[in-house]
């Protein structure tokens, strides 16, 4: 069974899915209709809105926002088995709009943003905002939303 920290909160937990072996952290929304496979590590102070897919194997960490009917899928090529699937990691103070879709082994930087409806077929590196099909970097600036600056 899973683990869900404390403070967190499931809306309408009837009306979602969760599976296995996942880790919920504390403070955590997540809203109703959100499949969560076995193996899915989410982190502290995490908004996940309603219809996402998180399969096994993705890592979500702290102080994210994941938008309505986001998509993760681990598998390039399937139905490819457990033995293809490729992890995905959100790093830290990412968003990702609403409809994305993030496809398999691919990172997120800490503090990066991904408008919605993109396609991240790539890494994205630390503090930047990307949009489209395939996701690009196609706005000018850097943000860091760590140390708060913005650069160009």
């Known amino acids: 069974m899973g683990v869900i920290g404390d403070g967190t909160k499931i809306w309408n937990p009837e009306l979602s899915n969760l599976y296995g072996d996942f880790e919920i952290g504390c403070s955590c929304n997540i809203g109703a209709f959100v499949e969560i496979g076995p193996g899915v590590k989410i982190g502290n102070n995490v908004s996940i809105a309603a219809f996402c897919f998180i399969p096994f194997g993705v890592t979500i960490e702290d ?16 139905p490819g088995g457990r033995d293809n699937w490729l992890p ?7 968003s990702i709009g609403a409809g994305s879709i993030i496809l398999p082994g691919v990172t997120i930087g800490m503090g990066s943003m991904v408008g919605a409806g993109s396609v991240v077929t790539k890494d994205i590196p630390d503090g930047v905002r990307v949009i489209g099909n395939p996701a690009r970097r196609r706005i000018p600036q850097i943000i860091n939303c760590v140390k708060g600056e913005i650069q160009r």
């Open 63 to 78: 102080n994210c926002f994941i938008g309505p009917r986001v998509t993760f899928t681990n598998d390039r090529y399937p």
């Open 88 to 94: 995905i990691l959100v790093k830290e103070g990412v």
